[in-house]
């Protein structure tokens, strides 16, 4: 973080004496503040975030970012840098620590983009989860992938490294035999995959030398194919985190009526309604994305919501209807 300021110096002369009577020095000074910012969000808002633990105990906020979008789309969007670096680090500021990315977001760009947003807070205080293309799940190709997403995000590790979506064509052994060397040189905490179903699921679980952290998965108070697969109840019961990806349809759950209704009726947000109904249930953990501070703040809170027994049965009633 750049600090800036002036440096003023002020002599005063005395003709009669020949030399200088006093100086008046006024510093300010402009410097480079390379030192990690503390995490004093979380003394100033008190840390109201709650955890859901991985395997080994070590605990995820069941709120994250998703940065879908940010940076770009498919290809990169270099035209809001400065916006898009400046939502990250406010969410981060809000209480946010989990942050989830992608190798293809914004065609590699959306990588860039959280590397320098997160650049001036301790990057222990953090947990950052990144995916791998399936295009990319060969041996060589997820090393060197691996290796640009390292430079790409500016950092030396990644907490959880994800395969974005499972790739038939390319033998699952293959891929950990990579993931497996990268988590034995300590620049990957935690493994993980996306989009696997039960089948897969347990595939890697054999293959990886380290437990499989979580399973990143499309899950909403609109959309259970977790539950309706028995996907939910497998992760559970192998002590995987579910992290439920587009938590709020991409913003279809805001064009539901009997949500818009029930909210209205409980005096909530659809979007917190959607978020904490989620978030109550057990193994699951949710990374909502938004481009507004507001909306980023909204969906923080959902974490705090107490709902009563009656309205968390009504939000389940809407995903059978
Ligand atoms: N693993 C995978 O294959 C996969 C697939 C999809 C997504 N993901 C991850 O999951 C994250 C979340 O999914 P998503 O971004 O696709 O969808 P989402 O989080 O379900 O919805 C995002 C949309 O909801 C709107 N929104 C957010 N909060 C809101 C609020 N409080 N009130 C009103 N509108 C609100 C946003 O608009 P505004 O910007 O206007 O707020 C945005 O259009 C992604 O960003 C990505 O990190 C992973």
Known sequence: MEQKGIVCVEVVYNYEENRCRGILLVLLFSYRQDKP??????????????????????????????????????????????????????AIEMGYSHIDTAQMYGGGHTEEVVGRAIKPFNRDDLFITTKIWSNNLRYDDVLREFDTSLKKLDTDYVDL???????????????????????????????????FGIKQLKKAQALSDIPIAANQVEYSILTRDPERTGLLDYCRENKIILTAYEPLGKGRVFYNGDLQRIAAASGETPARLALCWLIRKPGVITIPMSSKVEHLSENLKAADLDLPAEIMEKLDGLGHV
């Not at 490294?161 to 935690?190: C, D, M, Q």
């Open 37 to 90: 910012i503390p995490p004093f969000w979380r003394k100033e808002k008190g840390d109201s975030m709650q955890y859901k633990p991985l395997y080994n105990g070590k605990k995820l906020p069941v709120i994250g970012l998703g940065t879908w979008k940010i940076g770009g789309q498919m290809t990169p969007d270099y035209s809001h840098d400065g916006e898009a670096v400046a939502l990250v680090r406010k």
């Open 161 to 195: 490294f994800l395969i974005h979506w499972p790739n038939p064509t390319i033998p699952l052994k293959e891929t950990f035999r990579a993931f497996n060397e990268i988590v034995k040189s300590g620049r990957v905490k935690y493994v993980g995959v996306s989009n």
